[in-house]
């Protein structure tokens, strides 16, 4: 069975552009959760989706958002890129049972 | 590939007792392993980490070891309270790329 995929694997982007990442959980999970991790914050939660709603919201500003799409993939949009949101960005899907399996990420450079 | 294993799904000890979570790696580049806490409904909280170039990390309740010659690291919590019960998920990074993987979590249940 393929593991959860997540793309681009790397993105430069300057600020004030905006980006989307891409997740494809493995098949058959409904639930779609995104995590930002960073050396200074560690790994902090931003958003769940199941079956195409948000089900979860981390504290994160609009500038963060998301879908999910009726085949489980998932984006991810961040707006108005500043230097800050310059992390890994982790997708993870997650069986009916709670447990996830994480992608590679996505690391993305703001500069 | 799975690169970081726990091999258990779940594990249930009695309050006051130890519980002692597994984790397996592959991947002889990791370099630094971390211990998170997932509730339901939210997402994972970091607990403990341990660096590669130590075999034992200490915090309260919470202790790390880390065997590098098995690539294998346990979490234990002493003693167990119910408000432990959780999912605990490890995750490695190698440090010369950042690449961070995660295994698929063990499910803690602590009866009282």
């Known amino acids: 069975k393929a593991g959860v995929t997540q793309t681009p694997r790397y993105l430069i982007k300057t600020r004030g552009q905006q980006v989307t990442l891409s997740c494809s959980p493995i098949?058959?999970?409904?639930?779609v959760s995104w995590y930002q991790q960073t050396p200074g914050q560690g790994l902090q939660f931003l958003f769940e989706y199941f079956s195409e709603t948000q089900r979860n919201k981390g504290n994160f500003p609009g500038r963060f958002s998301g879908r999910q799409f009726s085949n489980s993939r998932s984006e991810m949009n961040v707006s108005t890129l500043e230097l800050g949101d310059s992390a890994l960005y982790l997708c993870?899907?997650?069986?009916?049972?709670?447990?996830?399996?994480f992608g590679p990420g996505t690391r993305l450079t703001v500069l | 590939d799975q690169q970081v294993k726990q091999n258990s799904p779940s594990l249930s000890v009695q309050e006051g007792r130890i519980s002692i979570l597994n984790c397996d790696y592959t991947?002889?580049?990791?370099?630094?392993f971390l211990w998170y806490k997932k509730y339901p409904a939210e997402g994972p909280t970091f607990l403990i980490s341990i660096s590669s170039i130590k075999d034992k990390n200490e915090d309260g309740r919470f202790t790390v070891f880390l065997n590098k010659s098995a690539k294998h690291l346990s979490l234990h919590i002493v003693p167990s309270q119910p408000g432990d019960s959780a999912v605990y998920f490890c995750?490695?990074?190698?440090?010369?790329?950042?690449?961070?993987?995660f295994g698929a979590g063990t499910r803690l249940t602590v009866k009282p």
């Open positions: 991947n002889s580049m990791f370099d630094y």
């Open positions: 995750a490695a990074i190698a440090g010369n790329n950042n690449d961070m993987r």
């Open positions: 993870a899907s997650t069986t009916d049972t709670d447990t996830q399996y």
């Open positions: 098949s058959g999970h409904r639930s």
